[in-house]
Antibody
Framework: EVQLVESGEGLVQPGSSMKLSCVAS????????MNWIRQAPKKGLEWIAL????????YYADSVKGRFTISRDNSKNTLYLEMNSLRSEDTAMYYC???????????WGQGVMVTVSS | DVVLTQTPSTLSATIGQSVSISCRSS???????????LYWYLQRPGQSPQLLIY???NLGSGVPNRFSGSGSGTDFTLKISGVEAEDLGVYYC?????????FGSGTKLEIK
């Protein structure tokens, strides 16, 4: 059974940093691209970052480019999102999602809440 | 960025009723290789989104066949043939043909 379990939830002040993790199981993690998608409270979904299976390429939404960094450790089956210079508008539920063979998000984690507030 | 416009924003249905949700794109989602990267997701209350349909019309793993997707170019439709109570939630279309990947604003399905 595929499982994606995020961690790193918390409340931080504007301008600070935070790192999220997503531990994968139930599939060969090193064979698949992975993504981070977020959802602000009562809002829709926003894709924010993609990393290829071998970390050879990384892509970001303009809203986080230069502030967020996606990375992975295939030996630990773990995906990361390092978030710097956090803003109030980064407050959201953050989901990791596996990239499927149809370029879809075929499995999602349960999400972690990041709140940026003074 | 590609804008996906979903209609209606809210839909109320009785059990067994068939309903459709429209997703219109600001640009054609057909790429130069002939692929159309259009997807549908359902987010049930308090849950993560789940994949329903990939590449316009292909059913995701474990998804009941009362769900179907169709369309081409800029106009796409998700149809539920016989709504069941478990279908309530917010439906999102998503495109991955053009960077950045974008989602529609969602259609909330309520059960009468």
């Amino acid at each position: 059974e595929v499982q994606l379990v995020e961690s790193g939830e918390g409340l931080v002040q504007p301008g600070s940093s935070m790192k999220l993790s997503c531990v994968a199981s139930g599939f060969t993690f090193s064979n698949y691209g992975m993504n981070w998608i977020r959802q602000a409270p009562k809002k829709g979904l926003e894709w924010i970052a993609l990393i290829y299976y071998d970390s050879s390429s990384k892509y970001y939404a303009d809203s986080v480019k230069g502030r967020f960094t996606i990375s992975r450790d295939n030996s630990k089956n773990t995906l990361y999102l390092e978030m710097n210079s956090l803003r109030s508008e980064d407050t959201a539920m953050y989901y990791c999602a596996k990239l499927g063979l149809g370029a879809d998000f075929d499995y999602w984690g349960q999400g972690v809440m990041v709140t940026v507030s003074s | 960025d590609v804008v996906l416009t979903q209609t209606p924003s809210t839909l109320s249905a009785t059990i067994g009723q068939s309903v459709s949700i429209s997703c219109r794109s600001s640009q054609s989602l057909l790429d130069s290789a002939g692929n159309t990267y259009l997807y549908w997701y359902l987010q049930r209350p308090g849950q993560s989104p789940q994949l329903l349909i990939y590449l316009v019309s292909n059913l995701g793993s474990g998804v009941p066949n009362r769900f179907s997707g169709s369309g081409s170019g800029t106009d796409f439709t998700l149809k539920i043939s016989g709504v069941e109570a478990e279908d309530l939630g917010v439906y999102y279309c998503m495109q991955a043909t053009h960077a950045p990947l974008t989602f529609g604003s969602g259609t909330k399905l309520e059960i009468k």
